[in-house]
């Protein structure tokens, strides 16, 4: 290979961009979706963070450790859509699991070529071991580690290093966030490690979001009054946090339904250039967008394997700057000629 500078490809700096914008945004919104979700629903918590993992990167297997002494209780872990039975191991030395509760620090296959990885977790029958692997400590607001999450993929060299910082920021929500409802997207100290957290001033539905959180955090702290003043007056300000309190949920309300007509921002791919679909996304998409075909029926269809779909559908998703399979209809349609088009004008 030249090693020769040349200029990047046309349009190499916008897709860039394009993706780092879009990859800004669903980080977001799983930080809003973990901070919205109880305390006492782990397993959904589990999911948001599974579902922004495998639309952002080409992930085979997703794993949630969480270390106890000596153990490692396996609460989530889920493989090419089969979601395994939780587990309990020992923390063996000489493992990835243990490596990472030790140092603190990120595993990364290519550090010793995945020797480490081999007696962490097994995946399936263990016939087709993972190629690739990330394992990012999950640290509790004490900065204590107390976990790690982790993406495989059957495919070589899979991750990059930005996919790397992807799993340590989903690592660092699923353990502050997640587990302190009062720690939002708007924290600074969430920012300071990952300042693509910080709410963009130019997305309007983020700022609605944020908006409409801060009005829940205000009608929280109003219910609580009534506890904190002395028993005699504690009608009267029950009284007046409740009517308070309804204004606050009726302007969240309000919020609610303005995120709801607001205009796309501009980073969303319905405004965006054209997402750059290979031949082969393009395919796939054109049969979800038009015959609402499942990973398997794709894969009956097109003579591949469920596992190659997947691949293809996350960086469909990951390029249109969509979270769900259902959103690519607002991105894309199915021409008559039996190809896909960009939902943006092509006029002007």
Same mark, same amino acid.
């Given at each position: 290979?030249?090693?020769?500078?040349?200029?990047?490809? =046309?349009?190499?700096?916008?897709?860039?961009?394009?993706?780092?914008?879009?990859?800004?945004?669903?980080?977001?919104?799983?930080?809003?979706? #973990?901070?919205?979700?109880?305390?006492?629903?782990?397993?959904?918590?589990?999911?948001?963070?599974?579902?922004?993992?495998?639309?952002?990167?080409?992930?085979?297997?997703?794993?949630?450790?969480?270390?106890?002494?000596?153990?490692?209780?396996?609460?989530?872990?889920?493989?090419?859509?089969? #979601?395994?039975?939780?587990?309990?191991?020992?923390?063996?030395?000489?493992?990835?699991?243990?490596?990472?509760?030790?140092?603190?620090?990120?595993?990364?296959?290519? @550090?010793?070529?995945?020797?480490?990885?081999?007696?962490?977790?097994?995946?399936?029958?263990?016939?087709?071991?993972?190629? @690739?692997?990330?394992?990012?400590?999950?640290?509790?607001?004490?900065?204590?580690?107390?976990?790690?999450?982790?993406?495989?993929?059957?495919?070589?060299?899979?991750? @990059?290093?930005?996919?790397?910082?992807?799993?340590?920021?989903?690592?660092?929500?699923?353990?502050?966030?997640?587990?302190?409802?009062?720690?939002?997207?708007?924290?600074?100290?969430?920012?300071?490690?990952? =300042?693509?957290?910080?709410?963009?001033?130019?997305?309007?539905?983020?700022?609605?979001?944020?908006?409409?959180?801060?009005?829940?955090?205000?009608?929280?702290?109003?219910?609580?009054?009534?506890?904190?003043?002395?028993?005699?007056?504690?009608?009267?300000?029950?009284?007046?946090?409740?009517?308070?309190?309804?204004?606050?949920?009726?302007?969240?309300?309000?919020?609610?339904?303005?995120?709801?007509?607001?205009?796309?921002?501009?980073?969303?791919?319905?405004?965006?250039?054209?997402?750059?679909?290979?031949?082969?996304?393009?395919?796939?998409?054109?049969?979800?967008?038009?015959?609402?075909?499942?990973?398997?029926?794709?894969?009956?269809?097109?003579?591949?394997?469920?596992?190659?779909?997947?691949?293809?559908?996350?960086?469909?998703?990951?390029?249109?700057?969509?979270?769900?399979?259902?959103?690519?209809?607002?991105? #894309?349609?199915?021409?008559?000629?039996?190809?896909?088009?960009?939902?943006?004008?092509?006029?002007?």
């Amino acid at each position: 290979m030249s090693t020769s500078s040349t200029a990047p490809p =046309p349009g190499t700096a916008d897709s860039e961009r394009q993706r780092d914008e879009t990859t800004a945004t669903i980080l977001r919104r799983t930080a809003r979706r #973990l901070r919205a979700i109880d305390q006492d629903r782990p397993r959904d918590r589990y999911e948001a963070v599974h579902h922004a993992a495998t639309t952002l990167l080409p992930v085979d297997a997703l794993v949630v450790g969480l270390f106890r002494d000596d153990l490692m209780v396996v609460p989530y872990a889920e493989q090419q859509g089969v #979601l395994e039975a939780p587990d309990v191991l020992h923390l063996r030395a000489g493992t990835a699991a243990r490596w990472v509760r030790d140092t603190g620090t990120t595993y990364r296959f290519g @550090d010793d070529d995945g020797r480490m990885l081999c007696d962490s977790v097994s995946f399936g029958d263990g016939s087709e071991p993972s190629r @690739d692997a990330v394992l990012a400590p999950i640290r509790d607001r004490d900065d204590a580690v107390r976990g790690f999450l982790g993406v495989h993929s059957l495919v070589e060299n899979a991750f @990059d290093t930005g996919h790397v910082r992807i799993v340590e920021a989903l690592a660092h929500l699923l353990g502050t966030v997640a587990d302190d409802p009062g720690t939002g997207i708007e924290d600074e100290t969430l920012h300071a490690q990952f =300042p693509e957290l910080v709410p963009s001033t130019g997305d309007g539905i983020d700022q609605l979001h944020e908006a409409a959180s801060l009005m829940d955090s205000v009608r929280r702290g109003l219910l609580a009054l009534p506890s904190a003043v002395p028993e005699d007056a504690r009608d009267e300000v029950t009284a007046r946090a409740e009517v308070l309190s309804r204004l606050c949920e009726e302007a969240s309300t309000h919020l609610a339904q303005m995120a709801a007509t607001a205009p796309l921002p501009a980073s969303d791919a319905a405004t965006s250039p054209d997402p750059g679909l290979t031949p082969r996304e393009e395919e796939i998409a054109l049969l979800i967008v038009t015959e609402n075909l499942t990973n398997v029926e794709i894969a009956e269809r097109l003579f591949i394997s469920v596992k190659t779909v997947k691949t293809h559908v996350g960086a469909i998703l990951r390029k249109c700057g969509q979270t769900q399979r259902s959103g690519l209809a607002l991105v #894309l349609h199915g021409g008559a000629d039996g190809s896909l088009a960009s939902s943006r004008s092509t006029t002007g």
